[in-house]
């Protein structure tokens, strides 16, 4: 056998190294026996998916005589099952992990190469990252009111609902998640409909919707007290028109304009409020 890395080709593989008969049962191969990785070599092949499989299948096929069986039974499906789940999890954080960097560093690249991501993976992206750097934003402006402004803290302990910092932290938990999620359709809704209005949108919402939730990754950087929510959100808008430019097809041009003329409405209107209050109190003599 040709050998890679000091290790035959066939090294953990099942139906090489304990292969199935005619009659239906593995045999270990002649070849192997005087092999000195003979035992590394069917460990690892019984934890590959094969292995698992024919342990699961073995499993199955034993009569079960009592509690005790039960028991050891129930045992060893459960290290199965952390077996076989051990490789889809690594494989899941480490391609978070690989998303995470290109959608930071190089956000163009990674629209122009992961168009057709479900909306169900970036949505779970979106609500994972989004929610850890809102959580930790949360506690930075959280301890900052407890330190500076005790009275307000205390008056929120004095109420029904928080008895202490930990009962709201633990509200915060269970809330963030769902206001991120919401957060993240609504916002990705009207940005598509300032990209329609100017020409922008090429492709439909799922599009938009994609972008708005892999822009989600710099609010990790909320991680960091006060600068890094400031970081967090300028980044965000970076990769957001990267993003947009890149999915849609369309011009840097008309995708700043679709966030200017929002940002520009919002403010005619905080300042429009404003303005009535002010000549509101006025009118009453204050």
């Known amino acids: 056998m040709e050998e890679k890395d000091n290790k035959p080709v066939c090294f953990g593989i099942l139906d090489e190294v304990f292969p199935l008969t005619d009659s239906g049962i593995r045999e270990i191969r002649e070849r192997c026996i005087d092999c000195p990785l003979r035992i590394d070599c069917l460990r690892k092949s019984l934890e590959t998916e094969d292995g698992v499989k024919m342990r699961e299948e073995l499993l199955r096929r034993a009569p079960v005589r009592g509690v005790g069986d039960w028991l050891r039974r129930w045992s060893d499906k459960k290290a199965l099952y952390k077996i076989s789940h051990k490789e889809e999890e690594k494989g899941y954080l480490s391609s978070l992990w ?36 809102s959580m930790f934003s949360f506690f930075w402006k959280l301890f900052l009111l407890e330190e500076k402004f005790p009275s307000i803290i205390n008056m929120l302990k004095n109420t029904d609902y ?15 998640p769902i206001v991120v999620g919401l957060g993240i359709f609504v916002y990705s809704v009207l940005l598509h409909f300032f990209l329609v209005l100017f020409g922008a949108a090429k492709k439909g919402l799922g599009s938009t919707l994609l972008v708005v939730c892999y822009s989600q990754a ?15 959100s300028i980044w965000r808008i970076y990769i957001q028109i990267s993003g947009l430019k890149c999915v849609h ?6 995708v700043i304009l679709s966030f200017i003329v929002p940002v520009g409405i919002f403010f005619c209107i905080i300042i429009a409020i404003a303005s009535a209050f002010y000549h509101m109190l006025l009118g009453a003599g204050f």
């Open 218 to 232: 710099p609010e990790i950087f909320s991680l960091f007290p006060m600068l890094g929510s400031i970081v967090a």
């Open 249 to 254: 097809e369309t011009s840097y041009a008309r």
């Open 162 to 176: 928080f008895r202490s910092i930990d009962i709201m932290i633990f509200f915060s938990f269970l809330i963030i």
């Open 98 to 133: 690989k998303e995470f960097k290109e959608v930071i560093f190089s956000p163009t690249s990674f629209f122009s190469k992961n168009r057709e991501i479900s909306i169900k993976d970036a949505f779970a992206f979106g609500i994972t990252t989004g929610s850890i750097g």
